[in-house]
């Protein structure tokens, strides 16, 4: 079983995905072990306390640096054995030490289909405003393994949506999540758990 660790800064809608999925029986070769905020009002702090899974708050503004925030992150999620990470929401930057720990096992969802509308500055609500800006008829969501590039790394799977007359950011993004966020993070999750088990048997 691959102890997953689930990385949150708001909401934690994806992280509920990971949740009901994993009771669902559709994520067979993980287990959410832990989930760690950036922040200590998340919502999805709440979300994890009624599914029973231990959590941590590792706040940025309480790290002197990126290396310093970095460190504090892989720390928790090494004294929890973890061995894959998913930012799910995670809006804090991480430097190359936390990258360099889990080489290769970290995903994120992101809410556009990269290349399009990613990379600095591209997160939550943005990315649908940018999208509308630029009068796109099809988005989607992309997940990708995490590297040293904001949303640079192999993406692993993606999933069009269709964008409608007359929508506002905040009805594509619930569409975008509805329809292709909270549906292809569990299928990377135990597409990345089953691979690293087979990994542990070879
Ligand atoms: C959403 O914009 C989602 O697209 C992105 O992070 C934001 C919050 O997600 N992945 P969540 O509800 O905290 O999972």
Redesign the pocket.
């Known amino acids: 079983m691959t102890r997953i660790g689930v990385l949150?800064?708001?909401?934690?809608?994806?992280?509920?995905a990971l949740i009901d999925n994993e009771k669902a029986g559709k994520i067979p070769h993980g287990k959410i072990c832990l989930v760690v905020a950036s922040n200590d009002k998340?919502y999805?702090l709440e979300r994890a306390a009624k599914a029973g899974i231990p959590s941590a708050a590792v706040r940025r503004k309480d790290y002197s640096d990126q290396d310093a925030y970095d460190e504090a992150l892989v720390s928790v999620l090494k004294e929890h054995d973890i061995e894959m990470v998913i930012l799910?929401?995670f809006?804090s930057i991480l430097g190359p030490r936390f990258i360099q720990a889990y080489p290769d096992r970290i995903i994120n969802?992101?809410?556009a289909l990269i290349p399009s509308f990613c990379g600095k500055g591209y997160?939550?609500?943005k990315?649908h405003e940018a999208a509308l800006a630029k009068g796109v008829k099809v988005t989607g969501?992309t997940v990708h393994l995490v590297n040293e590039i904001p949303d640079g790394g192999r993406i692993l799977l993606q999933k069009a949506v269709e964008v409608q007359d007359g929508d506002t950011p905040e009805i594509l993004?619930r569409r975008?999540?509805e329809q292709a966020?909270w549906i292809l993070l569990p299928k990377a999750a135990e597409m990345l758990a089953e691979m690293i088990e087979e990994e542990k048997q070879s």
Not at 8 to 16: D, E, P
Request: aromatic share 4%; net charge negative; glycine share 20%.
């Open positions: 949150v800064s708001g909401g934690g809608t994806n992280l509920q998340a999805a799910a929401g809006l969802i992101h809410p997160y939550g609500l990315v969501a993004q975008v999540m966020e």
